[in-house]
């Protein structure tokens, strides 16, 4: 029976891994024992090994005739001893090729999560709650305010491109810098500026944009760029949302301004517009009953006042009456937004 060292070496040896002593025993071995004795006696190692090593498509047949092929070139060429170092040596720059590129890959993606990592951008927010007013400092000392229920977002890396995304109301007093821009992303525009005072109301629920200038230049431009329009200041442009349309005017740009100091300013408003920034103001929720209330106008300038006050003055210019619902509350038992109606007087 043959040992199964042998039977390993047999494989060892099929296979051109081997060294001369080994070639002497397969040669023995071989040489001593019959062909088909030799293969009868293998055969149960040898399927045990292969059921090991998962491979089925290799054959005791064409081991045997590879083992037979080396046996012939060793007697042929006795140098042939060297090919074991030969065979090993082609074996691992074989398997150097792999453990290089994947060393390779290893690095390259390291490098590139590396640079994702840099590249990634984190973002900070800033808001302020309704009815409430904030004010910020950016990484560049640029000043300014949020008014409520607005948002204020830039990126960590400021610095390298002063741009914040705006969401409601602010002002801005902007720190000069000489070639870097300052622009103040809103939902339909662009605001461009070097150093400069101005105040943006750009809420979602209102169907128009407004920027005042109070001091330097800006540079305003929709975000196809279909338009480029300058103000100068005390200018104040608005942009119709719907129609896609600007309107310039001249205005006293410190009035606009005045909410960040507490004032509520109301500037010869229709109430349909006047009414959302009272809304804002107080957190409440007012309903105005009639759409031809909604056009009326009227100026006025509020300092701390109640809400009830303020609508006792409006109604005072104007011909409405309002109604103030009791506040309930809600299931986590906090109370809800105050509700008002307003409608015309009969």
């Given at each position: 029976m043959v040992k199964k060292t042998n039977t390993?070496?047999?494989?060892?040896?099929?296979?051109?891994?081997?060294?001369?002593?080994?070639y002497l025993q397969v040669k023995s071995l071989f040489k001593e024992a019959d062909d088909d004795e030799l293969k009868k006696q293998l055969y149960q190692q040898w399927n045990e090994i292969m059921q090991h090593q998962g491979d089925d498509d290799q054959s005791l047949e064409h081991v045997f005739d590879k083992i037979q092929h080396n046996i012939l070139l060793e007697?042929?060429?006795?140098?042939?001893?060297?090919?074991v170092w030969k065979i090993y040596r082609y074996a691992a720059a074989i398997l150097f090729i792999p453990v290089l590129l994947f060393s390779i890959w290893m690095l390259t993606s390291k490098q590139e999560n590396l640079s994702a990592s840099k590249n990634s951008v984190s973002w900070i927010e800033i808001n302020a709650p309704e009815a409430a007013r904030v004010e910020f400092v950016l990484p560049d000392s640029t000043r300014g305010w949020l008014n409520g229920g607005s948002r204020l977002k830039y990126a960590s890396n400021f610095n390298e491109k002063r741009k914040v995304e705006l969401k409601g109301e602010a002002y801005f007093e902007v720190e000069h810098r000489d070639l870097s821009e300052?622009?103040?992303?809103?939902?339909?525009?662009?605001?461009?500026v070097l150093g400069t005072k101005f105040n943006i109301s750009d809420y979602q629920s209102d169907f128009f944009t407004?920027?005042?200038?109070?001091?330097?230049?800006?540079e305003i431009s929709d975000k196809a760029e279909s338009f480029k329009q300058y103000l100068s200041p005390d200018q104040k442009i608005t942009y119709d949302i719907n129609n896609k349309s600007i309107t310039i005017s001249?205005?006293?740009?410190?009035?606009?301004?005045?909410?960040?100091?507490?004032?509520?300013?109301?500037?010869?408003?229709?109430?349909?517009?006047?009414?959302?920034?009272?809304?804002?103001?107080?957190?409440?929720?007012?309903?105005?009953?009639?759409?031809?209330l909604k056009?009326?106008?009227?100026?006025a300038t509020f300092k701390d006042e109640p809400l009830e006050e303020v609508l006792r003055l409006i109604s005072l210019t104007t011909p409405l009456k309002y109604t103030v619902e009791k506040r309930d509350v809600d299931t986590g038992g906090v109370l809800k937004k105050k509700k008002v109606f307003i409608k015309l007087k009969k």
């Open positions: 390993n070496k047999l494989i060892n040896f099929s296979e051109g891994k081997y060294s001369y002593n080994d007697d042929i060429n006795p140098n042939k001893r060297n090919l300052f622009t103040v992303g809103l939902n339909k525009l662009d605001v461009k407004d920027i005042v200038l109070l001091e330097g230049k800006v001249d205005v006293d740009a410190k009035r606009y301004a005045a909410w960040k100091d507490g004032f509520l300013v109301i500037d010869n408003e229709p109430l349909g517009q006047a009414i959302s920034r009272i809304e804002r103001w107080y957190n409440a929720e007012i309903v105005i009953q009639g759409e031809a056009s009326y106008r009227f100026k």
